[in-house]
Structures are given as structure tokens and as C-alpha cells.
């Protein structure tokens, strides 16, 4: 079984650009998170989804933060104007909420902002 | 607020010595707890997790953990470190909220 894949896996952009990152759940998996880790800080949720619908968006850091899920199957996270501050590593988690509590990780996408 | 703490930032060992790594958490109920490992260039891996029932949970690699009610406590510990063990090691804990709460995890250098 595939485990979660991100898509790129690193990526670095100019300030006020405009990034999109990919998430594939494991297959099956109604629920899918986003997390991100600046640098030096901790893990931080940003948001929730079961199935396409948001369950909880309070982890996202501002409007510039876009995060899609059509069709309940892969995920996307755009971010538009970049700043600095965006930089660091983003993760997607996925879980079967019937069959786990465990959330699967992906390897992550390393965002840079110049 | 719901937090994680993990004090030990950086801890270096040599191979073949014991490790522990602490992690406390604050609120007063008992939450889910899990420790992930993240090694270089690689995704966050479950290590073990606690739910309910015995308090010494065994992992992966030969890791354990307890947890201690009293102290809000969940340590993670191995008898014996080796050299493929360095990595980033990260506490995690859940409450009713479905969201992971991390704390800023420990990063693990071992010496041959």
C-alpha cells in the first residue's frame, strides 16, 4: 500500500510568487491534515479536511493560504503573494478515522521563499 | 493552552548507551500520545503511541515509552542506541480536537 506522497518535495520561490503543494492521501483515507514546521519552531497544524469538507481551518496562518480537496481525493495547498515567512516544511497527514487514530505522514514539502 | 514540551533540544550519545527522551504535556485530561521519528530526508514515521491500558507501550526499533499520569509525562526510551537511531524525534499528543499538537522535538546525534 502506497504510503502518503507530497509533490515537490522542495521548492523555492521569490517573494510575492505564487506556490501550490500536493498532498495524496493514502487510498482509502477520508481524512487528510496539513501541518507545517518553520524552521527551529515546532510542528503546527493548519488545517483539516473529511472528505472535501473543511473541518477545521483555525490553524491557517492568513488569507494568502488556500487549501483545496475536490473530489474528497488529493489536496491542494496554494499559497499566493509568498512572503518569507512562509518558508519552511510543510507536511500531510492522512488517517482512517474508522479504522486508526494514527495519522500517516508524508515526507514533506520544503518551501523556500527568497 | 494545550502545549508539548520537549526540554531536551539536542542530545548526543554514544552507540550502545541507553536513551531516554522527555516529554511533558499541559491540560488536565488524558490525551493521546505518540512519538514520531524523522530521519534525514525522509517523512515523519510512527514510533508507538498510547491510547489507554498499560502505561509501557513497545514501538519500532526497539523503543518504548511510559506514561506517567501524575507527571504528564511520556518518555521515550531504548536500552541500547544505534547509529542508524540519529534522527529528529517529536512528541505528539491529541486531545478531542483531531489535530496533532507537537512539541519542538529533540534531535539525536549518535557517536560510534
Known amino acids: 500500500e502506497a504510503g502518503v506522497t507530497q509533490f515537490p518535495s522542495h521548492s523555492v520561490i521569490e517573494k510575492g510568487q505564487t506556490v501550490t503543494l500536493r498532498c495524496d492521501p493514502i487510498?482509502?483515507?477520508?481524512?487528510l491534515y496539513w501541518y507545517r514546521r518553520v524552521m527551529g519552531k515546532e510542528i503546527k497544524f493548519l488545517l483539516h479536511f473529511v472528505k472535501e469538507s473543511k473541518q477545521d481551518e483555525s490553524g491557517m496562518p492568513n488569507n494568502r493560504f488556500l487549501a483545496e480537496r475536490t473530489g474528497g481525493t488529493y489536496s491542494t495547498l496554494k499559497v499566493q503573494p509568498a512572503e518569507l515567512e512562509d518558508s519552511g516544511v510543510y507536511f500531510c497527514?492522512?488517517?482512517?478515522?474508522?479504522?486508526?487514530?494514527?495519522?500517516?505522514f508524508g515526507p514533506g514539502t520544503r518551501l523556500t521563499v527568497l | 493552552a494545550q502545549s508539548v514540551t520537549q526540554p531536551d533540544i539536542h542530545i548526543t550519545v554514544s552507540e550502545g548507551a541507553s536513551l531516554e527522551l522527555r516529554c511533558n504535556y499541559s491540560?488536565?485530561?488524558?490525551?493521546?500520545l505518540f512519538w514520531y521519528v524523522q530521519s534525514p530526508g525522509q517523512g515523519l514515521q510512527l514510533l508507538l503511541k498510547y491510547f489507554s491500558g498499560d502505561t509501557l507501550v513497545q514501538g519500532i526499533k526497539g523503543f518504548e515509552a511510559e506514561f506517567k499520569r501524575s507527571q504528564s509525562s511520556f518518555n521515550l526510551r531504548k536500552p541500547s542506541v544505534h547509529w542508524s537511531d540519529a534522527a529528529e524525534y517529536f512528541c505528539a499528543v491529541e486531545f478531542d480536537t483531531d489535530k496533532l499538537i507537537f512539541g519542538t522535538g529533540t534531535r539525536l546525534q549518535v557517536f560510534p
Open positions: 487510498s482509502g483515507h477520508d481524512n
Open positions: 491540560y488536565g485530561a488524558t490525551p493521546y
Open positions: 497527514a492522512s488517517r482512517n478515522r474508522l479504522a486508526t487514530d494514527t495519522q500517516y
